[in-house]
């Protein structure tokens, strides 16, 4: 394991951390308003199609775009279905996450015909920093990456602020902490409910375009490879928390990278404890976080 594998390692796991970490900031805002959204995987593969759609005939930029505003169209759905149609919420989200599946499958293969070549589109190139680069280890993790990746790092912190210091995040952290507290107060639970899950929708879209046309560049069926549960999973580890989010979606995209890049060294493990590997850490992580938590609840619930 040379230093030029650990920077590689250390560069790919934050280059697969950016679309974790997109997604989870907006699904933290969805339960930090008290709901949940389980079609961020429907979301993310559709906003993936998408994206290589458009970006085909347009570029990768407006791809981005494209995806975010399917990911909105979702989530505008799914709030019909819940609020108007008092559907329930769960399993209108896991519908959503089976249509983006089907859906997007279906119209590749309308697209793209069995035995066409696939449509392949330009990725967003990487920014050169000079002489950063050429530092040792870090260089090429942190200064050697697409211009997404540092997008991402402002978004982060744009979230943040916006949770901790406006009326908005306020009125979010309300809704779901007490809704009839906050409804007493002049916030309206459902609009802010409603706006949460659209900012969930449009993350999710966004990331799953990440995914593909800034960094693989083609379209291929169930290429999001369940990430929009491992968003769900990092959400709960970081307790809704944009930084917290932010450290699940780099032991995760760290583990992938490892799994990835250490099968071509010498230690040899079968390919399928590689590739398990990420989701498995991130499961043992996700218990223990949850017990603690619970925990912490009880010991609360004896004090008071």
């Not at 306020?170 to 002049?186: C, E, I």
Request: avoid cysteine; hydrophobic fraction near 55%.
């Amino acid at each position: 394991m040379t230093i030029a594998l650990w920077a590689s390692i250390l560069a790919g796991a934050i280059a697969l951390a950016a679309p974790l970490v997109i997604a989870g900031i907006g699904e933290g805002f969805v339960e930090r308003a008290g709901r949940l959204n389980l079609g961020i995987e429907g979301m993310m593969i559709l906003g993936a199609f998408t994206a290589i759609y458009v970006g085909s005939s347009f570029g990768p930029w407006l791809g981005l775009v494209a995806g975010a505003v399917v990911g909105i169209a979702l989530a505008l759905l799914m709030n019909v279905l819940v609020y108007t149609l008092k559907a329930n919420e769960i399993v209108v989200g896991l519908a959503i996450t089976m249509l983006g599946l089907g859906l997007s499958t279906y119209l590749f293969q309308l697209w793209i015909p069995a035995g066409r070549t696939n449509v392949s589109v330009p990725t967003i190139s990487s920014i050169d920093v000079g002489l950063l680069t050429d530092i040792p280890l870090i260089g090429p993790a942190l200064f050697g990456q697409s211009p997404l990746v540092y997008a991402t790092l402002v978004l982060l912190a744009a979230a943040w602020l916006v949770m901790r210091f406006t009326r908005f995040g306020l009125q979010v952290r309300a809704t779901g902490s007490d809704p009839a507290s906050a409804a007493l107060r002049g916030v309206r639970p459902r609009s802010v409910g409603a706006r949460a899950l659209l900012i969930g929708g449009a993350t999710a879209g966004l990331a799953g375009a990440v995914i593909a046309v800034g960094a693989i560049g083609s379209f291929t069926p169930n290429m999001t490879a369940g990430r929009g549960y491992i968003v769900l999973a990092i959400v709960i580890m970081g307790r809704m928390n944009p930084i917290g989010i932010a450290l699940g979606a780099l032991l995760f995209g760290f583990l992938q990278s490892f799994s990835l890049l250490s099968q071509s060294t010498s230690i040899q493990l079968p390919s399928e404890l590689y590739t398990a590997l990420p989701y498995l850490v991130t499961l043992v992580v996700l218990v223990l976080t949850s017990r603690a938590q619970l925990r912490r609840q009880l010991s609360h619930l004896r004090l008071s």
